[in-house]
């Protein structure tokens, strides 16, 4: 394990194990519907390659780049959009791939900005849910797992741009970013 890791909080087996989990209950409730999958970059990339795999179906993929924590583990509180979607999604069903719902700043935001668009539905599958962090009130309607109020690296999550290739979730050591 690296050393910056305090502990591994879930196990690459424990996140494929849950993924398919999600991927089938996803297929099962859009069963003969066209979904639009919307990753959520950069943190959700691991979590949504591997979820669009498992589920069946008419699927298409598009992208949008949010940022709101920059090099920090504290939330500035302001969403930014650095890149938007390729495609209108009016009319589609569309479900947004996020890797986690920590204080709710970024979803709050990113779902009513795409519900503004007329999509037929909008919904929001999130790996990772920090209920203990909730500032703003966020409706999580897929979620893989609860984690408590650590700042967690991994499977695409990053403290200033690292630890995104870790293939598990783990919880990143306090004078990692104390010491910054
Ligand atoms: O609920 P919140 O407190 O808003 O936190 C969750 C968001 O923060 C992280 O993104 P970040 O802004 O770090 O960008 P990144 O995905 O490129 O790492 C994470 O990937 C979520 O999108
Ligand atoms: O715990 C976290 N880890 C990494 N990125 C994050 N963005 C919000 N919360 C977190
Ligand atoms: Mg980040």
């Not at 979820?51 to 302001?78: H, K, M, P, W």
């Not at 999130?126 to 500032?135: E, I």
């Not at 408590?148 to 783990?170: K, M, T, W």
Request: proline letters at 2%.
């Amino acid at each position: 394990m690296l050393d910056s890791i305090k502990e591994v909080l879930i196990t690459q087996e424990a996140l494929q194990e849950r993924v398919a989990e999600l991927g089938k209950q996803i297929s099962a409730d859009y069963k003969g519907e066209e979904v639009v999958l919307v990753c959520v970059l950069k943190g959700a990339v691991m979590f949504f390659a591997d979820l669009a795999r498992s589920i069946e179906g008419d699927v298409t993929l598009d992208f949008i780049s949010c940022s709101s924590y920059g090099n920090s583990t504290q939330s500035s509180g302001v969403v930014r959009i650095m890149k938007d979607l390729d495609k209108p999604v009016e009319g589609k069903h569309v479900i947004v791939v996020e890797d986690i719902v920590d204080t709710g700043n970024t979803l709050h935001y990113l779902l009513e900005n795409l519900k503004s668009r007329n999509a037929k539905s909008v919904r929001l599958v999130a790996l990772l849910n920090k209920p203990d962090r909730r500032t703003v009130e966020v409706h999580v309607d897929y979620q893989g797992f609860v984690v408590p109020d650590y700042f967690v690296v991994g499977y695409g999550l990053d403290y200033a741009e690292q630890y995104r290739n870790l293939p598990y979730i783990g919880i990143l050591k306090e004078e990692v970013y104390q010491s910054k």
